[in-house]
Each structure stands twice: as structure tokens, then as C-alpha cells.
């Protein structure tokens, strides 16, 4: 009889045990001091080998020695990065699950009437990575010789002249849109699946004039093969020699493209130092900043709250396009 009391006694101090074993490792792995004790996921909303996927593959290279954890990068591709977005937004607010976000993510917020999440609210904003700036381009062999003269053409042959875009709703699309909105004019927008379709209309003169991303541009301008008009960022003029900027013609003007760690909103304050300290130090590494200006871009680290404040910027002023030119939104 003791020895079957003794025997359930001892089958009940092994199971409490095991429980409390479990739930200290659960809350070892979901301590800030203690913070990675695991390998953490960087989602990508592209497929692989495109520019968002290079720059995440560098970052977590990088930060995997400086947090002493793997990284995995996993691509979730659809939805414009909708679906990975929505992937981190959903996850355990315990700072294991990032997503690269793209600004991308701003002119889709403005572009869809119902997101399935907050484009804010439902992430824990922790730095840009880089920024890069947009350009207007025309072929080598325009007539088009400015900004101010695309303008004027535009106003003397109303509806006549047209630029290229990656797609209706895009940043390249409502950069488009805001010289017509500022200028008074009307280009006619014609969307393209990818920017070599894009390119090889505007050099069979069949679209006027290219907006495109600096990381697809300026092999084009340097080449020889796409003339740059003007440039969307101020502090990018030494990318072209002698390029003008387009907020000189039209005030205002200023954008760059982005690409940015998020991760679940309600992770721990620490986490989100930590993680935000971490991203900073390897934007400092030399071949991290030598590969992002291969790409046409910069390193770019950023507070939480200057990365949120960008983003809600971003959105605001793509949905005044899209009120001022009534573009429809899906």
C-alpha cells in the first residue's frame, strides 16, 4: 500500500516537474534578457532573387553573428508582400517572426479601400534598412530634354504623352500621377509586369517617359540606354552628375523608396531595443553598405518611431494622389 502511494507520489513529482521544466523553458525563450534563444524568421513577400529578397539575405547574414542566432529567410510571396506582412502581423508578439516590409506596403495602404490589416497599428515598427530614391526617365534619343519640358509638351498635347509603371496602385504608378496632379496635366499611364517590358517600350517610342526604382535605373542612365530627367530624392543628386531633382519643378516633390524590418505588434519594449540596436550595428558593416549601394540604394537605420512616422507619411500624401487624380481603388 505505501509503496503504490509512494509510486503515484513519485509519477506526480516527475509530471510536476516536466510541466515546470516546460514552462521555464517557455518563459526563458520569451524573456527579454534572455532574448533570441532560437532561430527567428525573416518573411519576404517577394520570390527569390529580387531585390527585397538580396537585401533580407544580406541582413540576416549579418545580424545572425550579432543576435548568436540563425536567421531563416522564408519567402511568402503574393498580395504585393501583403501576405507575408499579414503573416508577421498574426504571429506570437514574441520578436521571433520579421517581415522585410517594402514601401510598397504605403502605396498599397492608400490604393485598397480594406486591408485585412492596420498598414500601422499592426506591426512593431524596428528600422529602415535602406532607402533609395525614384527616377524620370525618357530614351536616349527623346526630344524631351527636362522635367519642364515634359510639362510643357504635356500642356500643349493634352492626353497625347504617356509613362510606364509596374502596375496600377504602385509607387512608380502614383509618382506618375503626382506630376499630373501638381502640373495640371493628364499622362497617360500604361502598367507593366516588369521594367525590362517597361524599358523596351520606352526605347521603341511607344511610352514617353519611365519612372523606375534606382536599383533597376541606373544601369539604364550609365549605360547610356535611359536618359534621367530628374530625381525624386534631393540627397541623390551625386547618382547622376548634374541631374536635377524633380521637387525644382515641382515643390514638394521628395520621396525614396524603402525597405524595413517589422516585426508582431505587443513584443516586449527590450526585444524591440534590442532588435532596433542590432539592425543599426550591421548597417554599419562595410560590405552591408558597399552591397546596398550596388543596389542604388543607401543604408538607412532608423528609430521605431522615425520608421512608423515615414510609413504614416508615405501613406497620407499616396492618398492624396489618389483623392486628387480619383484613381479607383480596389
Do not use: C
Not at 508578439?93 to 517581415?99: F, R
Not at 546596398?292 to 528609430?303: A, R
Amino acid at each position: 500500500m505505501h509503496r503504490s502511494v509512494d509510486s503515484r507520489r513519485g509519477v506526480l513529482r516527475a509530471l510536476a516537474a516536466s510541466v515546470a521544466g516546460v514552462a521555464g523553458t517557455a518563459r526563458a525563450q520569451s524573456s527579454p534578457d534572455l532574448w533570441p534563444s532560437r532561430p527567428i524568421r525573416l518573411l519576404v513577400g517577394f520570390a527569390p532573387g529580387g531585390s527585397s529578397d538580396i537585401v533580407a539575405r544580406l541582413m540576416a547574414q549579418r545580424l545572425s553573428p550579432i543576435l548568436g542566432q540563425t536567421i531563416v529567410v522564408e519567402n511568402r510571396a503574393g498580395a504585393g508582400g501583403l501576405i507575408a506582412a499579414e503573416a508577421v502581423a498574426r504571429a506570437q508578439p514574441d520578436g521571433y517572426t520579421w517581415a522585410l516590409l517594402p514601401s510598397g506596403h504605403a502605396s498599397q495602404a492608400a490604393m485598397l479601400r480594406k486591408m485585412p490589416i492596420h498598414p500601422l497599428d499592426d506591426f512593431a515598427w524596428v528600422s529602415t534598412v535602406t532607402a533609395y530614391p525614384m527616377f524620370y526617365g525618357v530614351a536616349a534619343d527623346s526630344p524631351i530634354a527636362s522635367l519642364p519640358d515634359l510639362i510643357a509638351r504635356a500642356r500643349a498635347q493634352p492626353g497625347k504623352l504617356s509613362f510606364s509603371s509596374l502596375g496600377v496602385g504602385t509607387a512608380h504608378h502614383l509618382l506618375g500621377e503626382w506630376v499630373n496632379a501638381e502640373a495640371g496635366i493628364d499622362l497617360a499611364h500604361v502598367p507593366y509586369k516588369g521594367s525590362p517590358a517597361a524599358f523596351a517600350d520606352i526605347v521603341a517610342g511607344r511610352v514617353d517617359l519611365m519612372v523606375e526604382t534606382a536599383t533597376a535605373a541606373l544601369p539604364l542612365i550609365r549605360g547610356g540606354k535611359l536618359r534621367a530627367l530628374a530625381v525624386t530624392a534631393s540627397d541623390a543628386r551625386a547618382l547622376v552628375p548634374g541631374l536635377a531633382v524633380a521637387s525644382d519643378t515641382i515643390p514638394g516633390l521628395e520621396y525614396e523608396s524603402w525597405l524595413g524590418i517589422v516585426t508582431t505588434p505587443g513584443v516586449s519594449g527590450a526585444v524591440l531595443t534590442r532588435l532596433n540596436a542590432a539592425v543599426a550595428e550591421a548597417l554599419t558593416d562595410a560590405e552591408i553598405i558597399r552591397r546596398l549601394e550596388d543596389l542604388g540604394g543607401k543604408s538607412s537605420p532608423s528609430t521605431p518611431a522615425a520608421f512608423r512616422e515615414r510609413v504614416r507619411r508615405d501613406i497620407e500624401r499616396f492618398q492624396r494622389i489618389v483623392a486628387s487624380r480619383r484613381i479607383p481603388q480596389s
